[in-house]
């Protein structure tokens, strides 16, 4: 019988996602999907009957059913795809026509935010969803209805005060006919008074599925980002549905999808020796400051972690840092990844547009990885980005003011670059103003032993192996060994030590790596144990020389394969294959 009416499900489902922010989902009786939103709606027209236990239980007792914690819920015990279920909250009520059930309506969560956010109204969304069962029911029968719509508006316009979104409802005519409580904040309109006009210009600018108003009403003007949805039925007082938030609230948002886990801070940061212990404080001495700061070193020593632990340090802890690799991207797109696009911007630029880096970075840090490898148009760009403190969009005249931090790193030589004609000199010195050098392994040996304990330890409870005791010929390999990967080739042959480790926790030479036994300990510096040494020592020794004389930034790997001989592909698995 639910099938009767299946459009218009469909389309209350919609509506309700829209209004709650929330994926919503209708199964028939046989546990067959008529409508879904969101991850759902691909599936309409599936069988759920596998993963239907919620549901199952709603059927059997005729009432709503509330799971807060899917998976471990003794519901979910006879569930076949309970080890893969992704829900974290799951809310369903029965559509009971007659006295029997036709259907199951279902609101699921599938992150902490949206779960902690019916939480704090678990009874409204409980009266809630019963509400819009029961007016599925009501067309269904084609009785009630009346009643039922009018239950609805009023929890609608319940929920939707509660929404965090700005809301505006339009009639036929295109007067206001509701403001929600959000909304008449932004606009500091009364609580019983609707404003006499609205005007929402658009820009011509989209994001995603939201499109860029300039907003004037009661007074006030604000940039926003709406979605507007069309509303069908008889009743002309609700013809459109306008939801919005201001242009800063919906970057800051998209910057928390974006943006990278904050990590530790100095924690972060493994050693004691005296340079390590200076580049800390100078940390911390630099944290409160929105000066540039150019961070060099070679592969491998932990430039980012630097990066994360000045944004950690700072003021601007709590908003986002993003991070780019410059040498990672394409010059072609590098561009429109920093600056964002608008619709049509370029062939093949996404409908919907597109929000840039430095716009996700605002009010946090912009990290750029590999700033040696951005092409010399872009420099210029960048630079007039670092003086200004805007940006505009590919496509678009607009300004953006923006409030962002840039740390920059790269293991490549500027200065020779900047000699070769490859970097800018101005955009250099806008960059150094705060230097960071960063030590290679070599140059602070006394360090290892705390990386081998920490490095032991997370590698070991990852496989479940416990370390009983390392000789002390290994320790003087791993001490002696130059470490030309630095910390990430440290940290590699450590996890290859862990997988070798024999159950008893006993570390012996036999199970190091090959290339730290071509070396003799008690030697200040490395010196080949034989005359003869294995093709894959040699072979090892030749790329890692290549690649610091030539960087690891993609230009520089093109280089050190044509020097020795091999292709890039074939230099790229070389130094997966050598932990390089």
């Known amino acids: 019988m639910i099938e009767t009416i299946e459009p218009s499900i469909r389309r209350i489902a919609e509506v309700i996602s829209i209004v709650i922010g929330l994926d919503v989902e209708v199964v028939n009786s046989s546990f067959t999907r008529v409508a879904g939103t969101g991850r759902y709606a691909q599936g309409v027209g599936t069988s759920i009957i596998d993963a239907g236990q919620v549901y199952r239980t709603a059927r059997r007792s005729g009432h ?7 998976r471990f819920h003794p519901i979910c015990n006879g569930c076949k795809k309970r080890d893969t279920c992704e829900e974290k909250l799951t809310l369903c009520a029965p559509i009971m026509v007659d006295g029997k059930v036709e259907g199951i309506i279902g609101i699921i969560c599938f992150n902490e935010q949206d779960r902690a956010r019916i939480l704090e109204t678990r009874d409204s969304f409980l009266t809630f969803i019963e509400l819009m069962s029961n007016m599925v029911a009501g067309s269904i029968a084609d009785t009630k209805r009346l009643q039922a719509m009018s239950q609805t508006v009023e929890m609608l316009q319940g929920v939707v005060d509660a929404y965090s979104d700005g809301v505006f409802v339009f009639g036929r005519d295109g007067e206001i006919t509701y403001v929600n409580s959000h909304a008449r904040r932004m606009m500091k309109l009364r609580q019983d008074v609707l404003p006499r006009a609205v005007d929402m210009t658009p820009t011509g600018n989209t994001v995603e599925d939201a499109e860029e108003y300039d907003l004037r009403c009661n ?4 940039t926003v980002m709406a979605r507007t949805v069309e509303l069908v039925g008889d009743d002309a007082r609700f013809a459109k549905l306008v939801i919005f938030e201001s242009q800063r609230d919906y970057m800051r948002r998209m910057s928390r999808i974006s943006s990278q886990p904050h990590g530790e801070g100095l924690g972060a940061i493994l050693g004691e020796s005296p340079v390590i212990t200076k580049l800390k404080q100078r940390v911390q001495s630099i944290a409160t400051s929105s000066s540039t700061v150019l961070i060099t070193g070679e592969s491998g020593t932990g430039k980012e972690l630097f990066a994360r632990a000045i944004h950690k340090e700072s003021d601007r802890r709590d908003q986002p840092f993003i991070a780019i690799n410059c040498g990672a991207i394409p010059d072609t797109l590098l561009e429109s990844e920093l600056f964002g696009y608008t619709s049509g911007a370029f062939t093949g630029a996404r409908s919907s547009g597109r929000v840039g880096k430095f716009e996700l970075a ?12 951005m092409p010399l148009y872009l420099q210029v760009k960048l630079l007039r980005v670092l003086q200004e403190r805007t940006v505009i969009r590919l496509g678009s005249n607009k300004l953006i003011n923006i409030d962002i931090r840039v740390i920059a790193a790269t293991n490549d030589n500027l200065q020779e670059q900047i000699a070769n004609n490859t970097f800018r000199s101005d955009l250099f010195y806008r960059l150094n103003v705060i230097p960071f050098e960063i030590p290679p392994l070599r140059d602070r040996l006394e360090d290892v032993d705390m990386l081998t304990e920490h490095f032991f330890r997370k590698y070991g409870e990852r496989f479940n192996k416990r370390l ?3 000789s002390p010929q290994c320790m003087e390999m791993l001490r002696s060994y130059p470490w030309p990967g630095n910390i990430r080739e440290f940290e590699n042959a450590i996890e290859f030590i862990v997988n070798m480790m024999p159950a008893s926790g006993e570390v012996t030479p036999d199970c190091l790596p090959a290339f730290l036994h071509a070396i003799k300990t008690d030697a200040p510096r490395l010196e080949v144990a034989d005359d003869i040494r294995p093709l894959d020592e040699v072979e090892r020794e030749a790329i890692a020389k ?3 004389r030539f960087g690891t930034s993609t230009s520089g790997k093109r280089l050190a394969a044509k020097r020795l001989g091999i292709g890039l592909a074939t230099l790229y698995r070389k130094i ?3 932990g390089l």
Do not use: M, R, W
Not at 64 to 70: D, G, I, N, R, S
Not at 362 to 373: H, K, Q, R, T
């Open 362 to 373: 605002n009010g946090g840090v912009l990290f750029l990885d590999e700033i040696g490898s």
């Open 546 to 548: 290549a690649l610091e």
């Open 219 to 222: 007074g006030v003007e604000l």
């Open 576 to 578: 997966q294959l050598y």
């Open 64 to 70: 709503p059913v509330y799971v807060e914690k899917p």
């Open 468 to 470: 009983e005791h390392i």
